[in-house]
């Protein structure tokens, strides 16, 4: 079956809230965040952006690009409980909602709790109930995959819903520029254009070997969305109660400098996902599985406080003290797994929907 995804992400969030509140507000050239010293703006409305004010731009600099640009304080804490009322719209329609910040999530409609058979439906529901009972303007973006639905949310901003069907995906994604692309920041993207890679078609010239010459591990990506393929699913992160990666090895390890070089990648790796994911849990769980194929696992709990991501660093001195509680001898090793998981009397959320308190 064909999913439906839709990606909503709010117009100049913070500031439309303040726009919202004060009437005076509006129609000037607006930014959120401290005027002086070393302030940044979180964001700006559409009209100080005519000027080049973006977010996290120096305070100094958004007024030199705008002299007349008023500046209001930041207020987050408010913004958290606007989320949180938005949440509650999507609630009616799915469970599966992926909060990507305060502003912005993925919802799965493909099983929609209303039975609307089309997602463009969904979306412009949305849509209108943010603006009617909440007072703001949201994008949305329509398609079969994550990947499109972000990129679609973003093509007619502000107050944009574009609907990207299968049939239409491959030319799409052809047009787009690679800055466009999940992932592709502005050191990808030089690497790209160094490559002649500007748009969605340049990228699909290049093989998957050619792409993991350059780009490594993100290649498959890389290479999935130039062909408009994402079946990452929609997380609703109260689902996830762990989180982990393992590596099987193409050959057995036992030298004791070889098993940390191992961990010492996997608590890399382990680290990066968390962040991505925002991700934490209290439970640190390493498994070996040896070259007979017989495993061992060592647990230790409350391994950080409430909801603190841990670090690498932090995850390879825990992990190291598994291993040594393993007291694995010299037996040749298969396979490294490392996770963290929820303990059981934890609250099994993220750490951005506790922070959101969706
Ligand atoms: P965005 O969705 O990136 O920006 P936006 O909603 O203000 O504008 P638009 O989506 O229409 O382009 O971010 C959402 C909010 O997050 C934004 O209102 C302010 C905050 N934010 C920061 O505090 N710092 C930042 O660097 C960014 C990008 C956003
Ligand atoms: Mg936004």
Redesign the pocket.
């Known amino acids: 079956m064909v999913r439906k995804i839709i990606h909503i ?5 913070y500031a439309s809230i303040e726009e919202r509140d004060n009437p005076a507000l509006r129609g000037i050239p607006l930014a959120v965040g401290q005027a002086d010293g070393r302030g940044v703006v979180t ?1 700006a409305n559409y009209e100080a952006r005519r000027f080049g004010v973006r977010s996290a731009m120096s305070s100094s600099k958004a007024r030199k690009l705008c002299p007349n640009l008023t500046f209001v304080q930041c207020r987050f804490e408010y913004y958290k409980t606007v989320s949180a009322q938005i949440h509650q719209i999507f609630k009616e329609y799915t469970d599966i909602i992926e909060p990507i ?1 305060l ?2 999530a993925f919802l799965d409609v493909s099983n929609n709790l209303r039975g609307i058979e089309l997602g463009i439906d969904i979306a412009r529901e949305i849509k209108q109930r943010i603006r009617n009972d909440i007072g703001l303007i949201a ?1 949305a973006g329509v398609s079969y995959n994550k990947f499109l639905a972000k990129i679609a949310s973003d093509y007619r ?1 502000p107050d944009g819903l574009c609907v990207i069907p299968p049939e239409r995906a491959m030319d799409f994604v052809a047009k787009m520029p690679v800055e466009a692309f999940w992932g592709v920041g502005p050191v990808t993207a030089a690497k790209m254009h160094n490559l002649g890679i500007y748009t969605g078609e340049d990228l699909r010239k290049f093989s998957l070997p050619e792409l993991r010459l350059h780009f490594g591990k993100a290649a498959k990506q890389y290479f999935d969305f130039a062909r408009a393929i994402d079946n990452r699913p929609v997380e609703s992160y109260r689902e996830r109660k762990s989180n982990g990666c393992e590596h099987t090895f193409d050959h057995d390890i036992s030298n004791k400098t070889e098993i940390e070089q191992q961990l010492l990648l996997l608590c890399n790796e382990l680290a990066e996902r968390l962040q991505k994911h925002g991700f934490s849990g209290h439970t640190l769980t390493l498994k070996v599985r040896f070259a007979d194929f017989t495993q061992i696992t060592r647990s230790m709990s409350g391994i950080c406080r409430g909801t603190t991501i841990p670090d690498s660093s932090l995850l390879f001195t825990l992990a190291q003290e598994l291993m040594n509680k393993a007291d694995i001898q010299e037996k040749p090793i298969r396979l490294l797994g490392l996770s963290i998981s929820k303990s059981d009397s934890g609250k099994n959320l993220s750490p951005l929907q506790m922070y959101l308190d969706l």
């Open positions: 992400d709010m117009d100049a969030f964001t910040s502003d912005e994008s901003k």
